[in-house]
């Protein structure tokens, strides 16, 4: 009987074992499961940060040119010593409309920069995002202003350079290879 129990317990290891290995080998493809899904979810959050800020930049462009088209158009006239002032108010309504416009198309824009989705764990992400949004804000500074006080007020060159700085060593952080 002595020796029959010891023949099983070598087997009893032995499954035991091969149990323990079963276990590591499904933790292994889990965490490489896991690992192949985050890579796949950052390199999608990067594309749409990436698309999201390429839109928005390009909305802040049109806006510029608009704006600024509108108001060599109406510049002409206004800054006639002749016009009456109630035409010249509406030259200006001309300039503000077109910047009102444009700061709701920047702002539909914009918001899309914030609404990429991203992991906690994804820092150097989030950073990217947040940076994209400092500096698009800035650079939508005027044509904001003017839609809502009248008057063009852009930001300072330096917190401009500052934050076009932080953006572009966010960028570079989020695009070397791990």
Not at 97 to 115: L, T
């Amino acid at each position: 009987m002595e020796s029959l129990e010891q023949g099983h317990e070598p087997r009893q290891q032995a499954g035991l074992r091969l149990a323990l290995v079963g276990v590591l080998v499904a933790g292994l493809a889990v965490s490489a499961l896991v690992w192949v899904a985050d890579a796949r979810w950052r390199a999608n959050a990067t594309a749409d940060l990436a698309l999201a800020f390429d839109e928005t930049l390009s909305a802040v462009e049109i806006a510029e040119r608009r704006v600024q088209s509108v108001a060599e158009y109406a510049r002409p006239a206004r800054d006639r010593a002749d016009v009456d002032p109630s035409v010249r108010e509406s030259l200006d309504d001309l300039v503000r409309d077109a910047a009102s416009d444009s700061a709701a198309d920047i702002a539909a824009q914009r918001s899309r920069v914030d609404a990429v989705r991203l992991l906690p764990w994804h820092a150097d992400l989030q950073l990217a995002r947040d940076q994209a949004g400092a500096w698009l804000d800035l650079r939508a500074t005027g044509i904001v202003s003017l839609a809502t006080t009248g008057r063009t007020e852009y930001a300072p060159r330096e917190q401009l350079d500052t934050a076009r700085t932080a953006l572009r060593d966010a960028w570079e952080a989020i695009s070397r290879p791990e």
